[in-house]
T-cell receptor
């Protein structure tokens, strides 16, 4: 079974609009972390935002916010006021357990295209 | 600025040769580094976990004799693709987690190198 599911292979959004990228996850570990990364065409992986399983509030980082619905096991990324530079692949990832050796599992990604 | 440096950023080699990729943590120590592989338009797949001073832990289906990992110091891990074949052509990317005290980011996220695009002809 997929641990991280991103059902949107591609999304379009107009500049200055908000967009939501979906992510659902599957784990039986009570302690886990959810991450979103951005991968531009150049290939580097840029960390955007983190949500811990015990966090009571949704994470926010500038224009990025995470809509964390624990009971539904979803962790959607919301990008507000989209910019042309936001066009990239976006990956949702999960880390189960704690410790420096705990692995990060990625979803299949969503390609976001911001249009004028 | 970058906290993980990966070199080379791209390499073309002939079939049958070996290629070494370096991954360095900058200004922090990384007892554990992770090596991922990404095929075009696909997700990142974990290949192995590199442990300083001990053997790497490989994911199921990854040939340890083909993808040699050495983590000889707290700031350097290397991945050597031995006897490369065209099907090994891919984007290889390493990552490391800054130990608490070295990163202000919540969740101690993985920091990634810029990746190495390997083409085997």
């Amino acid at each position: 079974a997929q641990k991280i599911t991103q059902t949107q292979p591609g999304m379009f959004v107009q500049e200055k609009e908000a967009v939501t990228l979906d992510c659902t996850y599957d784990t039986s570990d009570p302690s886990y972390g959810l991450f979103w990364y951005k991968q531009p065409s150049s290939g580097e992986m840029i960390f955007l935002i983190y949500q811990g399983s015990y966090d009571q509030q949704n994470a926010t980082e500038g224009r990025y916010s995470l809509n964390f619905q624990k009971a539904r096991k979803s962790a959607n990324l919301v990008i507000s006021a989209s910019q042309l530079g936001d066009s990239a692949m976006y990956f949702c990832a999960m880390r189960e357990g704690t410790g420096t050796a705990s692995k990060l599992t990625f979803g299949t990604g969503t390609r976001l295209q911001v249009t004028l | 600025g970058a906290v993980v440096s990966q070199h080379p950023s791209w390499v073309i080699c002939k079939s049958g040769t070996s290629v070494k990729i370096e991954c360095r943590s900058l200004d922090f120590q990384a007892t554990t580094m992770f090596w991922y592989r990404q095929f075009p338009k696909q997700s990142l797949m974990l290949m192995a976990t590199s442990n300083e001073g001990s053997k790497a832990t490989y994911e199921q289906g990854v040939e340890k004799d083909k993808f040699l990992i050495n983590h000889a110091s707290l700031t350097l891990s290397t991945l050597t693709v031995t006897s490369a074949h065209p099907e090994d052509s891919s984007f290889y990317i390493c990552s490391a987690r800054m130990i608490p005290g070295g990163s202000a980011s919540r969740g101690s996220p993985l920091h990634f190198g810029n990746g190495t695009r390997l083409t085997v002809t």
